[in-house]
């Protein structure tokens, strides 16, 4: 199994990232896929998670409105669309498959 994010990076307050996570060694369409983020000394916490058809999806309420995960199954690639980012945006994020299996991380900083 492998969970390969990319596309974080540094990003100035108010801007945009999209992040993906490229999945393989399971079957990514039966599955719920997920975003997490983790910062120094606190815990890991849930971004986002989407259904395995595409059609369900839920949010911390830190990132609603903000933020939108979607997937494309074809592909096997969840992605996280991040907008009007904010300096406690900044974490490393995870992807995760399944409410098991998890990626090695992307960070993003936002900082002016």
């Known amino acids: 199994v492998q969970l390969v994010e990319s596309g974080g990076g540094l990003v100035q307050p108010g801007g945009s990232l999209k992040l993906s996570c490229a999945a393989s060694?399971?079957?990514?369409?039966?599955?719920?896929m997920s975003w997490h983020r983790q910062t120094p000394g606190k815990e890991r916490e849930l971004v986002a998670v989407?259904?395995?058809?595409?059609?369900?999806?839920a949010y911390a309420d830190s990132v609603k409105g903000r933020f939108t995960i979607s997937r494309d199954n074809a592909e096997n690639t969840v992605y996280l669309q991040m907008n009007s980012l904010k300096p406690e945006d900044s974490a490393v994020y995870y992807c995760n498959g399944d409410w098991y299996y998890w990626g090695q991380g992307t960070r993003v900083t936002v900082a002016s």
């Open positions: 060694g399971f079957t990514f369409s039966s599955v719920d």
């Open positions: 989407i259904g395995s058809d595409g059609r369900s999806t």
